[in-house]
């Protein structure tokens, strides 16, 4: 059986629930509507990083535009939109871009970078060189990428051709170096995690004073479950770049899985200081918020909205609820979208007895016409602590009239039946599960165990067989059920061999 036994422990809250519709249906369904999993109102300049970073390079330049339009001393969407400038070739353009941009912010070294790559590319050598050489002289990681390799490989290129050649072997070496940490990232994203190791290894010997490399290496050991190597390697790279905010974030992370939340609340604290526009872009994959929704993807944004919700839930944790619901309703100011906030807001409302605070926080974010899983699913577990039967399966009926074709959306409303002795009703449910998803273990398990309170003892019998026969070595518990079934049919001798099975399996699970 699955290690998620939510058949076995009963589910008892809205974030259990969610995680238990992905692990059903996600992988058979890659198409799969689930509630958000972070701070969906994007802003133009985010939807341009998104798309630039899907090769969608004219609609990028169009997102870039609107940012511009709405602040015309938006820095960032200046090179931004320069960057994909570049990739459609139209460089004068890129040197417009540029200029503007460092009008505004002088020490820009993106901007630098591409209108030095223009210039080269239009043959403009000289202007081309100096803008390299001030881009190399000040750039650094940030939230977008680690250092940028080409800009060392084109100064070096550039200066062979003005018969620099002593200088330009320097940057070659760094270009090269940094290169190595690139194809560290491509091969992460491959899942070659023991070649990144190694690749980024070089980089690390080739420059002990690498920042980018133990960044990436710290994500490496973040992905391994390695959370001790991981928090030295982001350490590393915060003294030699104590503003770097993503490896505060990731250090954060690693901390939190690590049960270390007062340091982790420390760096959330630190990035929330810095107050970045965003704190980190793509290399996300299995951190955050996307840990718990059994989602991963390089190409998200965390920006501060996700942060105030990562501390509010490592304030939960640690056990200060005020400082929870502080958090949260700020990540929920700043992203009135943001539905798993909400129903982070009525969890706490509700487990301090103010559910008709929780009732009214999440009806709000219901909107007409969409059904919300995960806010549906709030409510009606608050509906169930008041004793309103009736008003939670509602919900939870809501959940199912919209995604009748998924297992996951029957299985509250089942235990709910159950709980409230409508027994046909809660066997019919998970009956309709192991119709839509045949090997759902837990599934049979609760059917089963309806069953047997049920009376019916042949049909409970014949699910606890299902499930001895489907993992044999994991047994022990349903060998004593469907002894219980045999000994309630009159089938006694049965019964006295699960039971003596039943304890067979027990002793060898514990090692005796």
Known sequence: MREAKYGGMRLQNSAVFFAFVLASNLASNPHFCAPVLASVTRTAYESGLVLAEEDHWQAAVNEFTKAIKANPNDTDAYVQRARCYSRLKNYSAVIDDCTAALKLSPRKARAFGYRGLAYLCLGRIQPGIADTEQAVALDRPDELDVLVPTNYLNLAKALNMTRHGDIAAEYAARGHNLDFIKKAKEAREMRQLDLAFNMVGQAIKANPAETSAFYVRGILHNNKGEYDKAIADFTT?????????????????????SGQYKLALHDYDRIIALNPRLVVFRLV????????????????????????????????????????????????????????????????????????????????????????????????????????????LADYSSIISANAKEPGAYFLRAQLLEKTGDLPGAIKDYSQMIALKPDDDDAYKCRADCLLRKGDYQKAVEDFSYLIKHDPQNSASIYASRAIAYEKSGQKDLAAKDRILAREKALRASGH
């Open 237 to 257: 790279a915060i003294k030699q770049q104590p503003d770097l905010v993503p490896a505060y974030y990731f250090r954060a992370d690693a901390y939190t899985q």
């Open 285 to 392: 994959t299995e951190s955050g918020r996307l840990r718990d929704h059994f989602f991963g993807k390089d190409d998200e944004i965390v920006n501060l909205e996700d942060i105030h919700y990562l501390r509010g839930k490592v304030r939960a944790e640690a056990g200060d609820k005020l400082g929870a619901l502080q958090d949260y309703e700020t990540a929920l100011k700043l992203d009135s979208a943001d539905r798993e906030a909400a129903a982070r807001i009525a969890e706490i409302q509700s487990t301090t007895g103010h559910n008709k605070a929780a009732i009214k926080s999440l009806s709000s974010s219901v909107k007409a016409g969409a059904v919300d899983w995960q806010t549906l699913a709030s409510r009606a577990h608050v509906y169930e602590m008041q004793g309103d039967n009736k008003k939670a």
